[in-house]
């Protein structure tokens, strides 16, 4: 597999954003729980408008290190700066107006049961208290967004496991983050649904090239992220031309709370690290 | 071994304390600064208060019906069948009025805070909400705390008047008494002592039964055996502190209210 980044396509819209300085830095990251260390050491940073995908196997600490992104967690050892504030120490209180610059879309969705989906959705705006017109509209567009208009006035509890990430991810996205969080978006969804949830996650990177995490074991959700783009024309992800990759779709791979892998898929596929080989196989 | 894990056994409860202690100054406090959710407030004293009232009142009654046979039986040895209304009455409005109030709602109430924030917390639900930038303290816990102080006076009202009901229609239906005298006496011979003493009770039973609702539900962990847990380990350990704050706060307010 020989990988080339779609910037080497003129006219490409998969061209990579300019730097103003990384989202989230993580420097020599650790964090346990009565045990061994759950991350150890970890060295990252996302940068505006990259999507960097992270991967490993389950139990490895995928979740707890994008916890520790938005300050849910807190790192025994190493400093963790986002929006280019250190959060390690960071009091509770002054955490939640940071939060609320970030989207996070939680592993089975995190939906709230007793509210309906227009008020999962635009929890975020009653609570700022948002004229009800407003709320309801932003929540349709949002809803649009993951073409579930249909599901305003239901509950939770009546949506399948796929329409469910979806809403989470309408929830996530209603205030325009500036940073996006996804926890294992996909995991344990059928194919199908897995794949609709992909390409909106693709339609987010190529319309509002907000910068993302997403944690993921799958690996064929990682290629689709890179070896796809959003068409708005067609209103559907297209596969890029053969050999082409989303140039601000990077990896990064987990072995045991240690970062083993950082770079493009490119560099993943070339990788001749054992734990990284055998995960691709 | 042995002393091993009663060492572990130990320093687990002195944390558990020390959580919990930090957890209840921190929901009490929170009340004296923005934001204040007032609606949850509502919600809330709405589902503890009025969801409480039936079987606040049915065991109110049958607790001042039982008060009013027993009593009966035995001070009719004496001749003294005329101070049952005396008897129910500082006895329901001292003691029985606001513990078994605290008790009752604690078992309803209790169990379903720990059970719902249990809940919330094994479906990540409490750290969405952390993640949209709203505080579970601020929005879930001190309205709970709050609620259940306010409406476990009232309803501990409820209980001592539904307790003095209940004597009054044992002693005039079954022990074939005078109503007048029962009600008579049971009027009589409170003092305001009895009343301060019967009305701050709830204020702390309140306080207790809701922070370890809370305390519990949101230190669940375990998926939905863990909920169970929380919700067996709020309602023993809620029960037995309101039984045994009451015997302090007895001792306490006697002392104080016999300085007046």
């Not at chain 1, 992270?54 to 967690?73: E, M, R």
């Not at chain 1, 907000?210 to 708005?232: G, I, K, M, Y």
């Not at chain 2, 309803?108 to 479906?123: I, Y």
Request: aromatic share 8%; net charge negative.
């Amino acid at each position: 597999m020989n990988e080339t980044p779609a910037s080497s396509q003129p006219g490409q819209s998969t061209a990579p954003i300019a730097d103003a300085g990384p989202v989230v830095i993580f420097r020599n990251v650790s964090i346990a729980f009565d045990g061994p260390p759950v991350l150890d050491n970890i060295s990252f940073s996302v940068a505006q408008g990259e999507t960097r995908v992270l991967l490993g196997p389950a139990g490895v600490g995928k979740s707890v290190l994008l916890k520790l992104v938005n300050g849910l967690l807190r790192p025994d050892q190493g400093c963790i700066e986002l929006f280019g504030e250190d959060i390690s120490h960071m009091p509770e209180e002054q955490l939640f107006p940071l939060r609320t610059r970030t989207g996070m879309v939680f592993q089975e969705g995190a939906l709230f049961d007793s509210l309906t989906v227009r008020d999962n959705v635009a929890y975020q705006l009653i609570q700022e208290r948002v004229p009800d017109d407003e709320i309801d509209r932003r929540v349709r567009d949002a809803l649009r967004f993951v073409e579930l208009e249909e599901t305003f006035d239901l509950f939770p509890a009546s949506l399948s496991g796929g329409m469910r990430r979806r809403v989470a991810i309408a929830r996530a996205l209603i205030r325009q983050p500036e940073l996006l969080l996804y926890d294992s978006p996909t995991g344990g969804l059928d194919p199908i649904t897995s794949t609709t949830i992909i390409e909106l996650i693709v339609k987010e990177r190529d319309v509002f090239h907000t910068p993302s995490l997403l944690v993921t074991h799958r690996l064929q959700d990682a290629f689709l992220l890179c070896n796809h783009r959003f068409e708005p024309q067609l209103g559907r992800m297209v596969p890029l031309p053969k050999g082409i990759t989303d140039p601000n779709t990077t990896f990064l791979m987990l072995e045991e709370g240690r970062l083993i892998f950082d770079g493009s898929l490119h560099e993943l596929v070339k990788s001749n690290n054992k734990f990284v080989r055998e995960f691709l196989a | 071994m042995a002393i091993a894990t009663i060492e572990k056994t130990a320093k687990n409860l002195v944390l558990t304390v020390q959580d919990y202690s930090l957890f209840a100054w921190r929901a009490f406090t929170n009340l004296y600064h923005p934001p204040i959710y007032w609606p949850e407030f509502l919600v809330q004293a709405d589902i503890i208060g009025v969801g409480s009232l039936s079987i606040v009142v049915l065991s109110g009654l049958s607790t001042g019906g039982v008060l009013a046979l027993q009593s009966a039986a035995t001070l009719s040895a004496f001749g003294a069948t005329a101070v049952t209304g005396q008897f129910v009455s500082l006895t329901m409005i001292r003691e029985l009025g606001p513990v078994l109030t605290g008790v009752m709602v604690s078992g309803r109430n209790a169990s379903s805070m720990a059970s719902e924030l249990g809940s919330m917390v094994v479906t990540e639900q409490i750290d969405a909400m952390r993640a949209l930038g709203v505080d579970p303290m601020r929005k879930l816990v001190t309205p709970r705390i709050f609620s259940s102080i306010f409406t476990l006076f009232f309803l501990t009202i409820v209980a001592d008047a539904c307790g003095i009901a209940g004597g009054g229609l044992v002693t005039v239906f079954m022990n074939h008494q005078n109503g007048t005298q029962y009600f008579d006496m049971a009027w009589e011979h409170l003092r305001y002592p009895d009343i301060i003493q019967g009305l701050v009770k709830p204020l702390f039973f309140g306080y207790i039964l809701s922070s370890i609702g809370c305390f519990y539900g949101m230190r669940t962990s375990g998926g939905t055996e863990g909920v169970g847990r929380s919700t067996i380990e709020a309602v023993v350990w809620a029960s037995v502190l309101i039984i045994f704050v009451d015997f302090l706060l007895t001792q306490v307010l006697l002392t104080l209210l016999s300085m007046l």
